[in-house]
């Protein structure tokens, strides 16, 4: 069965710190996919970046980055100089690469990020 | 492209009632999943439609169904509500290929008395 934890309930710091989301991942498969999504209030889940099993290599976008560790089973988000706009809950998923099941997400319980001025 | 599109976005419905959700997904995109979000479960995947077959299921009881039409706009159907169906029901699109990603619309805001 596949399972995403996110331990870190909830995280609050204090704007242009650097903070990081922390997302752990099971699954038997050799080839499976991972998500990081971002829900503001207004509640519409937002696609920040997908990871295939087969690519470790570290991705940045801007003042976001991704640490994909496959020996640690680990997915991580770091925000750089965070910023009040980035507050918002941020989830981890996984998917499977059958194609019956490639589209069902499993979700971590989601990391409620608060970035105080 | 216009995004994902959900009417209607609040909803309030008694006990024993039965409601319809739909979904419009980004154009050019075959596959529509749906997903229930509650504070206690989080995130649950409820079902995938593709080129209008049930590709995937959750586990849900079967008061809760779906359909997807030619044009690729679904529905989601809820039976006989209860209380512990109020959530947040929210849809999501991509072209259907394992690791796409999937675009989320704003959700349906579903209470339940």
């Known amino acids: 069965a596949q399972k995403v934890t996110q331990a870190q309930t909830e995280i609050s710091v204090v704007e242009k710190e650097d903070v990081t989301l922390d997302c752990v991942y099971e699954t038997r498969d050799t080839t499976y996919y991972l998500f990081w999504y971002k829900q503001p209030p207004s509640g519409e889940l937002v696609f920040l970046i997908r990871?295939?099993?087969?690519?470790?290599q570290n991705e940045i976008s801007g003042r976001y980055s991704w640490n994909f560790q496959k020996s640690t089973s680990s997915f991580n988000f770091t925000i750089t100089a965070s910023q009040v706009v980035d507050s918002a809950v941020y989830f981890c998923?996984?998917?499977?690469?059958?194609?019956?099941?490639?589209?069902?997400?499993?979700f971590g319980q989601g990391t409620r990020l608060t970035i105080n001025p | 492209k216009a995004g994902v599109t959900q009417t209607p976005r609040y909803l309030i419905k008694t006990r024993g009632q039965q409601v319809t959700l739909s979904c419009s997904p980004i154009s050019g995109h075959r596959s529509v999943s749906w997903y229930q979000q509650t504070p206690g479960q989080g995130l649950q995947f409820l079902f995938e439609y593709f080129s209008e077959t049930q590709r995937n299921k959750g586990n849900f009881p079967g008061r809760f169904s779906g359909r997807q039409f030619s044009n690729s706009r679904s529905e989601m159907n809820v039976s006989t509500l209860e209380l512990g169906d109020s959530a947040l029901y929210l849809c999501?699109?991509?072209?259907?290929?394992?690791?796409?990603?999937?675009?989320f619309g704003p959700g349906t805001r579903l209470t339940v008395l």
């Open positions: 990871r295939n099993s087969f690519d470790e």
């Open positions: 999501a699109s991509s072209y259907g290929l394992a690791g796409n990603e999937q675009f």
């Open positions: 998923a996984l998917s499977e690469a059958k194609s019956q099941g490639a589209q069902k997400l499993v």
